[in-house]
């Protein structure tokens, strides 16, 4: 699954820069509701919003634009725990007839959280790469990239079978899943006070 999973991941990356355009329709060529299609979409997300990361730093960006941007990066965040949500309950059916007791422990986190870290990790590598490919850098800047572009492949390796342990852990009963919504407050009118009016 893992395999699968991150050449879904380098798959949606390479397909967002063929464009390179933050507003770029996402075009999911997985069937709705397969794993396959959940974690292109999920990549997708952090593709655009690390895109947009970057151009909010611009300092000559217009300060209505980077509202605007900021704005955006919100909504984005929200997408983006929503989809790892989603992604949990595809593990939450996948392994429902599991059994387990009061005694089976609990994980630090949850797969598809640890699926995030992963989508996350391997944009680092994608855009580590372009760095120690470029010709208008010196030989030091080179130098740097490749070596953190090497941190970065064996943290692939071992996040990676980090999460077919816990995988295999869940699937045999001796780690259970357990999921809580992530209870996000800024975005709601009803909990945020600036937007509810407690605060001036």
């Known amino acids: 699954m893992i395999s699968k999973a991150i050449s ?7 397909d967002y820069h063929q464009f390179d355009c933050v507003n770029h329709p996402i075009e999911n060529p ?3 509701g397969s794993l396959e299609a959940l974690l292109y979409h999920k990549n997708w997300i952090d593709a655009v ?3 947009l990361e970057d151009i ?7 300060p209505v634009e980077a509202l605007k941007i900021k704005r955006r990066i919100d909504a ?7 989809m790892v949500e989603y992604l949990d309950s595809y593990f939450l059916d996948l392994y429902k007839d599991v059994k387990t007791d009061v005694s089976t422990p609990l994980n630090t986190e949850t797969p598809a959280w ?3 870290r992963l989508s996350i990790l391997e944009l680092k590598i994608y ?7 470029r010709t208008d850098v010196t030989k030091e800047h080179i130098q740097k990239c490749q070596e953190k572009l090497d941190v970065l492949l064996q943290q692939e390796i071992d996040l990676s079978t980090a999460i077919e342990q816990l995988l295999d852990d869940i699937s045999a009963g001796r780690k259970k899943m357990k999921v809580y919504k992530q209870m996000k407050m ?15």
């Open 127 to 133: 855009h580590m790469e372009q760095e120690v490919k």
């Open 8 to 14: 879904v991941f380098k798959q949606s990356i390479n």
């Open 56 to 62: 909010i730093r611009d300092p000559n960006i217009d």
């Open 76 to 82: 984005s965040n929200q997408e983006r725990t929503d």
């Open 49 to 51: 919003q690390w895109h």
């Open 114 to 116: 640890a699926f995030d």
């Open 30 to 32: 997985y069937p709705t």
């Open 186 to 200: 800024y975005n709601d009118p009803n909990l945020n006070p600036v937007l509810y009016g407690g605060l001036r």
